[in-house]
């Protein structure tokens, strides 16, 4: 008798145990079934493919380039290749992508608000005789989106610098206003307000 009740005790412990452990089991496969719906669930970044999700940013320059009526020393040739010097520079500088479509996003133009030619003089007993002469541009960039019709608008300034010594003659007066010192002060305005977009 004693043998049969320590068989049904052992009998019942094993169906204790076996009951916790189908339950564990259940448990088990519960919970990973939930956590696997939950990870399932998620949406993980994808990867973007540029030129394709996102959109690029198109520019058109415009070939117009506005001259202010105050801009001091008066030269046909400031507006000689500041959209090609704009191109560029907006190339190189930006994130923007160059067309010549009309369907562009945004419209870059230029427009010249000073440009000047200030000099210093100097002599000493009319012997030696030097002057320092400085190209200065300055001038706006604007650009505009097609779509709200904002316009930003950003100020650069650029100069060059010559100096000029003589010794026993004396300097002319009337200095040609030199076509590479102006190309280099437009570039370097045009520089200085492409780098603040």
Known sequence: MIM????KHIQYYLELIFKENKMRIALKILMGFFIFEILGGQELPQPIILGEDLPQKTLKISRFVEVSENIGVMDDRVTLGISQIMEEIFLNE????LTDKEDAAFVASAEVVYLGKPNEAWSIVGILNGRKTQTEVRLNIKVKETITNKVITERGVGSTQTNIQATGLQINEEMEFGKSELGGALRKAIEDAVVKF
């Not at 049969?4 to 068989?7: P, W, Y």
């Open 94 to 97: 930006t994130n923007y992508i």
């Open 4 to 7: 049969e009740k320590e068989i």
